[in-house]
């Protein structure tokens, strides 16, 4: 019974202490997409209102919208518009943002 209720205690302890780092990354890709300009072809929370020329971000995987500001950063994937607005992002930025448009 004991173990059971250290069991049950840890593991509340995580999923609460889990979710605030969560709430804190989205809180963080907000400030950056809203300060690095993303906004201004992106859209408003990133939803696009000229999707034929800019694709709509919200709602899309938070892994896979870290992994192509990532590429882009890179130039993995190239596009004249996007490869320079991600020049300095980091890893964990880009996981940011990725956590805020998929809350989106
Ligand atoms: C000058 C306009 C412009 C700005 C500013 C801009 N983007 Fe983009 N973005 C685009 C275009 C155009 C594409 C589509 C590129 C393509 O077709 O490969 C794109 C694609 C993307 C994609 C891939 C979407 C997909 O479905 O694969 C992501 C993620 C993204 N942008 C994130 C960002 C972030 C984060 C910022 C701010 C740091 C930003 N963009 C700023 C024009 C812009």
């Known amino acids: 019974m004991k173990t059971l209720y250290t069991f049950l205690v840890a593991s ?25 300009g993303c906004i201004g072809c992106h859209g408003p929370k990133g939803q696009s209102a000229n999707e034929a020329s800019f694709p709509t971000l919200a709602g899309k995987e938070a892994s896979y919208i870290a992994d192509q500001i990532k590429a882009f950063r890179d130039y993995e994937r190239e596009n004249p518009m996007m490869n320079p607005m991600v ?10 943002i990725g956590a805020y448009l998929a809350a989106q």
């Open 12 to 36: 509340s302890l995580w999923v609460s202490c889990h979710s605030a780092v969560f709430a804190q990354d989205i809180a963080a890709g907000e400030t950056l997409f809203n300060s690095k």
């Open 87 to 96: 020049q300095g992002i980091s890893d964990e930025q880009a996981a940011q």
